[in-house]
């Protein structure tokens, strides 16, 4: 494996820095070989499910912690302070999910226990919100130009590692394929080993965060290029915005209310504003490249998103309180704060006196001098909420739990129309806990 690493630098003229992530994919991929082989086997750790929900955690995260930090301006001390930081994050959470997967009294344990898809994304972004916020900080303050480099840097390094390695596994089956025709299936047998599979894809992607790390010029420009072409959709998706806000007095909340989608829609409208207004802002050292009668028309519509967040939260509300929690709307709220502290923290820019009060740090003087400001305190935000949920503190799983059965014991639901399925099957160790306890209950 050292042998094929020190090819493949000679041969694609990889930079010598490019050896420790590669050994350090390798490395990562025959843990993950290890944890994979005492699940299937099953053997040590698999039988200690917090132990091994712990070490498949901070097997995946660190390697990641240590990519993205990468020539992040980081001093060594430092990073290795993020890294270690990481580490013990990713173990309290992966034992955390390892428990909530352990079998409960005489209910078998599930399979795929090691978190959910909404558990597991939430830790995703977790780590890559926290890598570039704590690599930002210096002399006590943010540096938001440095936090807009390393985030959309590590954004479009990620992109390129998951496409790479796609390709180089379709390079890897056409060629087995090709083999196999010929009755050669030697090829084909080898990569579908997970000991071969495992390793070998650690190392690849270890070499393509190498290669981005080293031609980091060719990202900013396809930064550059992809963030401009974008925020041209933005006159165009406020323009909508503001004939929305112009009908609404009109049309009412009825046929908005009436999709039962409502909250979903208004979500996905402001989700996409705020992305495509900070394509055009970008690290707030250039003017948008709008016609300035356009950049000033965009900077009064945006006043439609408070509008849109407040539409969005109400009809989030009326489902709650009709149908109760559940970890779809628990998740939906988390979203909620997220669309109402863009929308009002960007809509700032449009009372420079307030601004100045509420962010000293931001620029009044500017095109929506405060996007800057509010993006920073809204990653905080993000870390902040995503750590709770991530957590037992406030796992949407458990909340979601705590209210139905509530709500099932207080008479607001029939015992005949209530979901029991939820408990066993998809709210992981609190259902079952809850449906023990119901079990033991009279009347």
């Known amino acids: 494996m050292v042998g094929l690493i020190a090819f493949m630098e000679k041969g694609f003229h990889m930079p010598f820095a490019s050896r420790p992530l590669m050994l350090m994919g390798v490395v990562q991929g025959l843990v993950l070989w290890f944890l994979w082989h005492a699940a299937d086997t099953p053997h040590w750790p698999e039988n200690v499910p ?11 995260a660190v390697p990641a912690a240590t990519y993205l930090s990468e020539n ?10 993020l890294i270690a930081g990481v580490a013990v994050l990713y173990l309290c959470l992966g034992a955390y999910a390892g428990w909530l997967g352990d079998a409960v009294g005489a209910m078998e344990q599930r399979s795929g226990a090691y978190g ?17 916020l704590a690599a930002g900080r210096e002399n006590g303050r943010w540096d938001y130009q440095k936090l807009f ?10 992109a390129s590692v998951v496409a790479i390695t796609g390709l180089f596994w379709a390079v890897l089956f056409a060629g087995a394929m090709l083999m196999k025709s010929l009755g050669l299936a030697f090829v084909y047998a080898l990569i579908l080993q997970p000991v071969f599979a495992f390793p070998v894809t650690g190392m690849v992607v270890g070499a393509v965060f ?29 323009g909508f915005g503001v004939m929305w ?18 909250a979903f829609i208004l979500f996905w409208f402001a989700a996409l504003a705020v992305l495509f207004i900070n394509c055009a802002w970008q690290d707030g050292l250039h003017e948008p490249a709008y016609p300035r009668w356009l950049a ?6 945006w006043a439609t998103l408070p509008v849109v967040a407040a539409v969005a939260g109400w009809a989030l509300w009326l489902r709650i309180e009709q149908y109760g929690l559940t970890e779809e709307r628990i998740w939906a709220v988390f979203i909620w704060v997220l669309v109402t502290g863009y929308a009002v923290g960007y809509g700032l820019s ?25 993006n920073i305190f809204m990653a905080i935000i993000t870390l902040a909420c995503l750590g709770l949920l991530a957590s037992p503190v406030a796992d949407p799983r458990r909340l979601a739990v705590n209210d139905q059965v509530a709500r099932l014991l207080s008479g607001q639901v029939e015992p005949a129309d209530f979901d029991y399925a939820y408990l066993r099957w998809r709210a992981d160790r609190w259902g079952m806990l809850s449906l023990q306890q119901l079990a033991h209950m009279t009347g």
């Not at 480099?149 to 990620?158: G, K, P």
Request: glycine letters at 8%; aromatic letters at 8%.
């Open 245 to 262: 806000v112009t009908a609404l007095p009109v049309t009412g909340l009825d046929v908005l209310l009436g999709t039962h989608s409502a």
């Open 72 to 81: 992040a301006g980081l001093a060594p001390r430092r990073r290795k302070q």
């Open 350 to 374: 449009l009372l420079p006196p307030l601004q100045r009060r509420l962010m000293p740090n931001s620029r009044a003087d500017i095109w929506m001098g405060s996007l800057g400001s509010s």
């Open 116 to 132: 959910s898809f909404a558990h597991i994304l939430a830790a995703l972004v977790l780590g890559f919100i926290l890598v570039p």
């Open 149 to 158: 480099q390393l985030a959309w840097r590590n954004a479009l390094l990620s």
């Open 210 to 238: 190498a290669q981005g790390h080293a031609r980091a010029e060719l990202l900013t420009n396809l930064r550059h290029y992809w963030l401009t072409l974008n925020a041209w959709l933005l006159p165009l998706l406020l």
């Open 50 to 60: 917090m132990l091994m929900g712990a070490l498949l955690w901070v097997a995946l």
């Open 296 to 301: 000033g028309c965009i900077r009064y519509a």
